[in-house]
C-alpha cells in the first residue's frame, strides 16, 4: 500500500474530517480513505452511468416512431385473451 501525506490543511477542514470520521465510526486516516476511493471510483461509476444514458438515448433514437405497443396495451390485450378463453368465446371454443 502506497502512504500518501496532505500537507498544508486548514484546521476547519481538519476538524471537518475528524467530526465527519467520528460520524462514520472511523478514524480520521479512514474516513480520508474513504472520500478519496468515493471520489475516484464515483466518477468512474458516474462516467459509466453517463455512457449508458447515452447509449440509450441513441437506441430511443433510432427505434423512435416504430408503433410499437405499449406495456399497458399489451397487458390489456393479454387479459382479454385470457378472460376469452376461461369463457369459451375465444378461437378454439
Known sequence: ???LTVRNLDEGLVKRLRVRAA???????A???ELLRAALVGNEQRTAREQAAT??????RRTAGR????SAEL???????RAEAL???????
Open 55 to 60: 447509449r440509450l438515448a441513441e437506441f430511443r
Open 1 to 3: 500500500m502506497a502512504t
Open 87 to 93: 369463457a369459451g368465446t375465444g378461437e378454439g371454443a
Open 23 to 29: 460520524e462514520h465510526g472511523r478514524s480520521a486516516e
Open 75 to 81: 397487458l390489456e390485450e393479454s387479459r382479454r385473451g
Open 67 to 70: 408503433g410499437s405497443p405499449s
Open 31 to 33: 474516513e480520508h480513505r
